[in-house]
C-alpha cells in the first residue's frame, strides 16, 4: 500500500497517481505512444472514466460514450503531429510539437470532466475558447551572437488569460485545472517479522499552484525552464543556477505485529541532498517551516544536507504533513526544489513553454529565425528542450490519463 503525504492542494475529484510502471524499452518513445494507443479502444477508455469520474453514472453514458471517441481523435492527431516534427527543422519544429501538446492536452480535459467539456458542446454553446495564454516577448537586437542566453529566455514568455471578470478561461486554464501532479519513484526497503522486501512506490512531485495566485503572473522561459530536472547539467555546464538540487531520497519501513494483527508501522524517510549553498540552504529550510513540516535536519555540512522524518502509525490512519517537492528526469534521477515558491509543475512547464515558442515561432517568423540562426547557445539550448519535449510530455500526459507513473528506459 502506498501512503501518500497530505500535499496542500487537492484537485477535484481527489485523482492522483498511485501506481508503478517500471518498463525496459528499445525505443522508450515509441513505447510511450503505443500505450497512448490503447486509449484508442473504446470500451477502455469508457471504463477508465468511469473508474475516476463521479459524473459517470448511467445517466451519462452518452457523454461518456462521447468523451472516449473525442480522446481517440485527440491521440491520433496528437501522434502525426510528434510524428511530422521529427521530420522538420527548428524553423517550424516548435509549432508542430505545441499542436502536439494542444491534442494531448484536450485528451486529458476530456477524461477529466463532464460532457460540457467536448467539442460539439463548445461549438452549440458558442463558448470562448483560444490558447488561454498570452505571448509576451520584446523585441530582439539585430545581432544576438553574443547575447547570453538567460538574456533571450527572461524576455520571451506568456501571461495565463483571463475574461472581463478576471476569471482564466481556454485551453490553458482547462487543461490546468484538469492535471494531477506528476510522480516520481522513492525506493522503500520494508521490514516485516525479519523479511525484507525491496519495493519502489510513487510520490507526487511538485504542487499545481492554485491558478488564481498565477493568473497576473508573467511566466518567462527562464523561470520555468530552471525547474527542469532534465536541464540541469545543460545549465550547470553554462554555469547558470538552476532550481534545483541532486538528492537521494530512501524509505524504511518497519511492520510489527502482535497476535498476527498489526500493531504498529514505522516509517523513515531520509534525503541526501548535494551540492546545496548556504543561501539555498536557508530558502528551503525557512520554506519547511512556514509549511510546518516534520522533517529535521540531521546532518548540515558545507554543500550537503540530510533530512530525516519518522513517522509511527496504524494501518487504517491518514498520514498528514508536508513532503519536500521532487522532480526527476528521463533516467530517473531525483531532485529536490530549492525554492517552491518559484516552481511550476512539470506537465504544465512543458505545456507553456512550448506555447511560448510555437506561437513565437508562427507568429514572429523573422524573431524566430534570428534567434535560432544567430545565437549558438540558444540554438542548442532549444534543441535540446524540444528533445526532451518529445521525449516526455506524450509520457507525462500518459501518467495523467491511467493515473500510473510510467518509467520507461532503455
Known sequence: KCLWFTRHRKNKFMRKITGINDISSQDPIKQVWKYLRSFHDESTTINRIRRVNPFSDSKNNKNIKKQAEQISYCIYQAEEYYESAKHVTLATKPLLLYYGSIALSQ??????????????????????????????FKNFPRNVKDMPLTDILSTIGAEIRRDEMGETFGQFGAFYKSIIPSAIIIPLKEVAKSITFDRKIPQNTIDLTPIEKIRNELLTCLNLSLNLPDLFNHFHDIKVRPNLCQTRPSMERHIYYED?????????????????????????????????????????????LILTHTLNYMPNDKIKGYYPDLADNISGDIFIVVNPEKAFEETATLYMLQYCLGTLCRYSPDIWMR????????????????????????????????????????
Open 371 to 410: 534567434l535560432i540562426s544567430g545565437s549558438v547557445v540558444f540554438r542548442e539550448f532549444i534543441d535540446s528542450l524540444l528533445q526532451i519535449i518529445e521525449r516526455k510530455f506524450p509520457n507525462l500526459i500518459l501518467d495523467q490519463l491511467t493515473e500510473i507513473k510510467h518509467h520507461i528506459h532503455l
Open 260 to 304: 498476527s494483527k498489526v500493531s504498529k508501522i514505522t516509517d523513515k524517510h531520509n534525503f541526501i541532498i548535494d551540492a546545496i549553498s548556504n543561501a539555498e540552504k536557508k530558502i528551503f529550510l525557512d520554506h519547511l517551516t512556514l509549511k510546518e513540516s516534520d522533517f529535521k535536519t540531521k546532518l548540515n555540512i558545507p554543500n550537503h
Open 107 to 136: 485528451a486529458v480535459i476530456l477524461f477529466a470532466n463532464d460532457g460540457t467539456s467536448s467539442f460539439d458542446s463548445l461549438r452549440k454553446n458558442n463558448k470562448k475558447w483560444g490558447h488561454g495564454l498570452n505571448s509576451k
